[in-house]
């Protein structure tokens, strides 16, 4: 089945670093969310974005939909201990498409 | 609001034996779907439906039967579990763009 290409896999971190991740796909999307999963819990979302271009914050989280509406980014400014988890990103088509996963990306923020 | 519901939290079969997981939702949602989340794998769509009668299969639905007889429940059910099964399963349910899900059954099959 088809995967978003997520990157990267895994991130070490110290304590107030900033942090990027992306995601892209070979085909178009029309929306691409951001979500969070801790151990043991399901994941949380994050971040919604609808639009190509469009930038939305979340507290210290950014996002972006990126313009060829194949790719999205998300930061984490001044990165803290409970940013550690699972960020995964996903995409659909459309309202009645399935809902498409990244393989995640595991941080973990160090003091 | 309890919003998506999954239980048991745990489970342990053995090789052969059937159960089903259950999840619940109280937001009205029309389109609901089962996951699996394998180490390395992310999740992947095993069964989803986007209303009560309507069923349809995911990327890896073998193993694995649903019904969707109301709204609110969505179970899903092994036939005859297999220790390929082993996996935690995330039950969810969306709204138009966005999706809500649950807190996942871990199952481990002997």
């Known amino acids: 089945g088809q995967q978003l290409n997520q990157s990267p896999q895994s991130m070490f971190i110290q304590e107030g670093e900033d942090v990027s991740m992306n995601c892209t796909s070979s085909?178009?999307?029309?929306?691409w969310l951001w979500y969070k999963q801790e151990p043991g819990e399901g994941p949380v979302l994050l971040i919604a974005?609808?639009?190509?271009?469009e930038l939305t914050s979340n507290g210290r989280l950014t996002a972006q939909f990126g313009i060829t509406r194949k790719d999205s980014f998300l930061n984490i400014s001044a990165s803290i201990p409970s940013d550690v988890g699972i960020y995964f990103c996903?995409?659909?088509?459309?309202?009645?498409?399935?809902?498409?996963f990244g393989t995640g990306t595991r941080l973990q923020v160090t003091l | 609001n309890a919003g998506v519901t999954q239980t048991p939290k745990f489970q342990v079969l053995k090789t052969g034996q059937s159960m089903t997981l259950q999840c619940a939702q109280d937001?009205?949602?029309?389109?609901m779907s089962w996951y699996r989340q394998d180490p390395g794998m992310g999740l992947r769509l095993i069964h989803y439906?986007?209303?009560?009668?309507?069923?349809d299969q995911g990327e890896v639905p073998n193993g694995y039967n649903v019904s969707r007889s109301t709204t609110e429940d969505f179970p899903l059910r092994l036939l005859s579990a297999a220790p390929s099964q082993t996996s935690v399963y995330f039950c969810?349910?969306?709204?138009?763009?966005?999706?809500?899900f649950g807190p996942g059954t871990r199952l481990t099959v002997l």
């Open positions: 439906s986007v209303g009560a009668g309507i069923t």
């Open positions: 969810a349910s969306r709204v138009a763009d966005t999706q809500y």
């Open positions: 085909s178009i999307f029309n929306t």
């Open positions: 937001m009205n949602h029309e389109y």
């Open positions: 974005l609808y639009k190509a271009g």
């Open positions: 996903a995409g659909h088509a459309g309202t009645a498409s399935k809902l498409t």
